[in-house]
DNA sequence: TTATACCATGAACTATACTTCATACTTTAT
DNA sequence: ATAAAGTATGAAGTATAGTTCATGGTATAA
């Protein structure tokens, strides 16, 4: 169980995004409540997941808001199998559409290149 | 040579949209010296083009910014050929790293599936 | 014990990419 | 001729995804 700022430092995401991402609902630290003097919030591994899942998927250009239904599928325990299932794989048809939107333009633009190198003097 | 709202429609993208596009400088239309009772721009197959490849650079992630390197090195005549083909391999490089990134999330998620699928009862 | 570092909270601010609105003028169809 | 549709411009508003700032309390090391 660690603080914010070593969660910070071992995901490589700056504290104040990761305050962001709580507040918006994609996870959740844990007050510990025999610690009376304070109100810092703790978090496990499973938080380090989390964040590390919604880097790379916000990498691929998810937004938060797909990444929040993501990581349900994967951690909650208050969706059914079925209902999980059917989200993965509808992410799993983004993704494929997105390779294949990425393959297409990758087209044009070796088109373009090719039309630069030949025929631009 | 058509009004907005014709290449609205040609285009699919919304009249706002456009006027938006061309302030950020993605693209011009042109006034008719010869027409003096009106203020109307008017827009070539080369701005329909242009859209076209704004609507799929913007599909798979690319910034209006990153469009706008990409509308200069293919369509600008301020630019040499070795600077277009300098920006059009740095286009494809992000596009290969976009194509890899996928396809890591798609491996993951496809993992958290068999997970679900096997290991979720 | 006191300076430095760390944590919490809320509000304001920023950037990108639009969208909507208000106003006013022009064109076109009836 | 006049109502409906189209065009131009500027300003304000919206959504997403943060970042920065102010304030105040807590922990820790010298």
Same mark, same amino acid.
């Given at each position: 169980?660690?603080?914010?700022?070593?969660?910070?430092?071992?995901?490589?995401?700056?504290? &104040?995004?990761?305050?962001?991402?709580?507040?918006?609902?994609? *996870? %959740?630290?844990?007050?510990? &409540?025999?610690? +009376?003097?304070n109100n810092y919030t703790y978090y496990d591994d499973e938080v380090v997941g989390k964040l590390d899942l919604i880097r790379d998927a916000k990498s691929i250009g998810f937004t938060l808001s797909e990444?929040?239904?993501?990581?349900? %599928?994967?951690?909650?325990?208050?969706?059914?199998?079925?209902?999980?299932? &059917?989200?993965?794989?509808? +992410?799993?048809?983004?993704?494929?559409?997105?390779?294949?939107?990425?393959?297409?333009?990758?087209?044009?633009? %070796?088109? *373009?290149?090719?039309?630069?190198?030949? *025929?631009?003097?």
């Amino acid at each position: 169980m660690k603080l914010i700022n070593q969660l910070s430092k071992e995901t490589g995401i700056p504290i &104040a995004t990761i305050r962001f991402y709580e507040k918006t609902g994609l *996870f %959740a630290g844990k007050k510990k &409540a025999d610690v +009376k003097s304070n109100n810092y919030t703790y978090y496990d591994d499973e938080v380090v997941g989390k964040l590390d899942l919604i880097r790379d998927a916000k990498s691929i250009g998810f937004t938060l808001s797909e990444i929040k239904e993501l990581i349900d %599928a994967w951690y909650s325990k208050q969706i059914s199998k079925e209902k999980k299932l &059917a989200i993965l794989d509808s +992410k799993l048809s983004q993704i494929e559409e997105k390779i294949k939107e990425l393959k297409s333009v990758k087209k044009q633009i %070796a088109f *373009f290149k090719s039309e630069v190198e030949n *025929f631009d003097w």
